[in-house]
């Protein structure tokens, strides 16, 4: 049928905080009706042995003047179009487009309640941003992140210390061909398959955008962000 495959698109990365009670969540997600007393000691237990293995990796970045700072929804949607202006294939958000897509994000239920975040200069300039969905003992969910020039390092710091200090017991996202090599330098990440993500043009200037992954897609440009993607209409 003559689509593109975009191979790092079709992976989601997990990056584990403790893991016992990172699987007691999974269970939980699958099993609703288990009893938390049935789990939680044992993965407390367990996470407690292997507290030292899972300490939080190694920052890319020791320069005290790059700090990080949660924002709200408006503060991402001005900051976002600007990140991205650099990829060939973007999209072009008009009006109240995006914060208006971002409300409707912020009614999923699934993950925990959507936060935002940004990593900023010695300036006040904002080097990137983030938005996830989490809670306290939950899986945190990332439905964007993205980041000028080099700095995609120390925003995936930042995403990941503002999941752990939330309570959150691990994180997950799509994958995204320019932080591919911050994800593959962190520790306790693994990498699973996730679905096909494929793009089909008859626009040459399409084309070799997605060949060369020059493209801005997946998060907000997928369908991550409907209640459709995860939430459960079956319960009350």
């Not at 990056?15 to 269970?27: K, N, S, Y």
């Not at 939680?40 to 020791?62: M, N, T």
Request: net charge positive; glycine share 12%.
């Amino acid at each position: 049928m003559k689509y593109q495959l975009l191979p790092v698109h079709c992976l989601e990365w997990t990056c584990i905080f403790r893991p016992g009670a990172m699987a007691a969540a999974v269970l939980r997600r699958r099993w609703p009706g288990l009893p938390r007393l049935a789990l939680d000691p044992f993965a407390g237990a367990f996470d407690a042995l292997a507290r030292r293995r899972f300490d939080p990796p190694a920052k890319h970045s020791s320069s005290q003047r790059i700090h990080r700072e949660p924002i709200d929804a408006a503060q991402f949607a001005e900051r976002l179009p600007v990140l991205v202006t650099d990829y060939s294939l973007r999209p072009s958000w008009r009006g109240e487009e995006l914060p208006r897509l971002l409300a409707l994000a912020a009614e999923k239920r699934a993950d925990g309640p959507l936060h935002f975040g940004g990593t900023y200069d010695e300036t006040g300039g904002m080097l990137g941003c983030y938005a996830f969905y989490g809670q306290a003992g939950g899986i945190a969910n990332l439905l964007q992140i993205q980041a000028s020039g080099s700095h995609w390092g120390v925003t995936l710091d930042a995403l990941i210390a503002a999941a752990r200090e939330m309570g959150c017991v691990g994180i997950t996202g799509q994958t995204q061909s320019r932080f591919m090599p911050q994800l593959f330098g962190h520790k306790d990440v693994f990498f699973r398959y996730a679905g096909g993500t494929m793009v089909r043009s008859r626009i040459a200037e399409v084309t070799e955008a997605v060949r060369s992954g020059d493209i801005f897609i997946g998060g907000l440009m997928g369908d991550r962000w409907t209640r459709l993607s995860s939430d459960d209409f079956g319960r009350a």
